[in-house]
């Protein structure tokens, strides 16, 4: 079958190759016919290599829908034929991380599809766990419906739940990519008043703007941030996301938040960032920083299913999976136009 496989000593460091169909190794193991997949921006981190437990030669991808094409003796809640959203994190449910709900810490899992084990940038993806892992769709929801579900829109929701929003909030969501915007829909889910959108990308600032999906859009290149945030709201903001990882939007979010408000960092850095602790000192920020426990996969399926959330206007651009290798071109160098891309099968 044919895999994109990350190859640390290749010029391209990814290569598309033709791999043998996985197998079952425990019983609590599925294999899924991936019908529908996407690139992560991870993807993009790996293959430059910022991702040093990424095993060399793994099938890359983490973000995809499927249907069951084999199943495990031990496999209770599924059965062939059956059409699923899948969680990006594979994880067992019985250690001490999955029973406090921190399923990326799973000892026994985590963020491993796409990464430590072969992932979905192929046709056929062995999932482990798979009763914990994959989620059986309704019938009106697509594959397209639920591409995100297990992986950036989890990120959103993760993002906005770090917030602990309450009903008077103005936040700040700093990055208008998919994350972002996955993270301004879930906060208008979780009942937030106003969200400030901030992007130097002003295409995507318009679509946020055109999609609703926030109130206020400030580019920080051409104005002051700072003054911008107080016309809004004049002690800052209740609560800032970070969701860009740019040279300075870890610092803007110190700056731009209120006092004895909240940081959550889903930004996935290149490099180490400074915290300005003499500066905010007196300021008595929450600050909380994480990848994705992605634990509410089926709530998000429940809220797509009843039309209250739709992520389908995030993919820009169409590929085959035998056209992948364009795939990746388009989505790490035309960052102006692209979202997201879904690759078909
Ligand atoms: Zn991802
Ligand atoms: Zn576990």
């Given at each position: 079958m044919?895999?994109?496989i990350y190859?640390k000593?290749?010029?391209?460091?990814?290569?598309l190759?033709?791999?043998?169909?996985?197998?079952?190794?425990?019983?609590?193991?599925?294999?899924?016919?991936?019908?529908l997949?996407?690139?992560c921006?991870?993807?993009?981190?790996?293959?430059?290599?910022?991702?040093p437990?990424?095993n060399?030669k793994?099938?890359?991808?983490?973000?995809?829908?499927?249907?069951?094409?084999?199943?495990g003796?031990?496999?209770?809640?599924?059965?062939?034929?059956?059409?699923?959203?899948?969680?990006?994190?594979?994880?067992?449910?019985?250690?001490?991380?999955?029973?406090?709900?921190f399923?990326?810490?799973?000892?026994?899992?985590?963020?491993?599809?796409?990464?430590?084990?072969?992932?979905?940038q192929?046709?056929?993806?062995?999932?482990?766990y798979?009763?914990?892992?994959l989620?059986?769709?309704?019938?009106?929801?697509?594959?397209r419906?639920?591409?995100?579900?297990?992986?950036?829109?989890s990120?959103?929701?993760f993002?906005?739940?770090?917030l602990?929003?309450?009903?008077?909030?103005?936040?700040?969501?700093?990055?208008?990519?998919?994350v972002?915007?996955?993270a301004?829909?879930s906060?208008?889910?979780?009942?937030?008043?106003?969200?400030?959108?901030?992007d130097?990308?002003?295409?995507?600032?318009?679509?946020?703007?055109?999609k609703?999906?926030?109130d206020?859009?400030?580019?920080?290149?051409k104005?002051?941030?700072?003054?911008?945030i107080?016309?809004?709201?004049?002690?800052?903001?209740?609560?800032?996301?970070?969701?860009?990882?740019g040279?300075?939007?870890?610092?803007?979010?110190?700056?731009?938040?209120?006092?004895n408000?909240?940081?959550?960092?889903?930004?996935?850095?290149?490099?180490?960032?400074?915290?300005?602790?003499?500066?905010c000192?007196?300021?008595?920020l929450t600050?909380?920083?994480?990848?994705?426990?992605?634990?509410?996969?089926?709530?998000?399926?429940?809220?797509?299913?009843?039309?209250?959330?739709?992520?389908?206007?995030?993919?820009t651009?169409s590929y085959k999976?035998?056209?992948?290798?364009?795939?990746?071109?388009?989505?790490?160098n035309?960052?102006e136009?692209?979202?997201?891309?879904?690759i078909?099968?």
């Open positions: 044919k895999a994109l190859n000593n290749s010029n391209k460091k990814i290569e190759v033709e791999i043998e169909k996985p197998k079952i190794i425990k019983d609590t193991d599925v294999i899924l016919k991936v019908t997949s996407s690139i921006t991870s993807d993009i981190h790996i293959k430059k290599g910022f991702v437990r990424a060399d793994v099938v890359l991808g983490h973000e995809f829908v499927g249907v069951v094409d084999e199943v003796n031990n496999v209770k809640n599924l059965k062939i034929g059956d059409r699923v959203a899948v969680n990006c994190e594979t994880f067992c449910n019985k250690c001490y991380f999955c029973k406090c709900g399923v990326n810490n799973c000892i026994n899992g985590g963020w491993e599809l796409g990464c430590r084990i072969n992932g979905a192929a046709e056929y993806v062995r999932i482990p798979a009763d914990n892992t989620y059986k769709l309704p019938n009106n929801v697509s594959d419906n639920a591409l995100f579900v297990g992986d950036i829109l990120s959103g929701y993002a906005a739940l770090m602990d929003i309450k009903k008077e909030d103005t936040i700040g969501i700093i990055g208008s990519g998919p972002g915007m996955c301004m829909i906060a208008k889910i979780l009942g937030v008043k106003k969200i400030v959108a901030i130097i990308n002003e295409k995507r600032l318009k679509i946020a703007k055109n609703g999906l926030a206020y859009f400030i580019n920080p290149d104005v002051d941030i700072e003054d911008e107080k016309k809004i709201t004049p002690y800052g903001l209740d609560g800032v996301i970070e969701a860009a990882g040279k300075n939007t870890f610092n803007m979010a110190i700056q731009i938040a209120r006092p408000s909240t940081i959550g960092v889903v930004a996935m850095y290149e490099e180490d960032q400074i915290f300005p602790l003499p500066n000192y007196g300021k008595n600050y909380k920083t994480g990848g994705v426990d992605a634990i509410h996969c089926e709530e998000l399926i429940q809220l797509i299913s009843e039309n209250k959330i739709n992520t389908d206007f995030l993919i651009k999976l035998e056209n992948i290798l364009e795939a990746y071109e388009y989505f790490e035309s960052k136009d692209v979202l997201k891309v879904e078909t099968y």
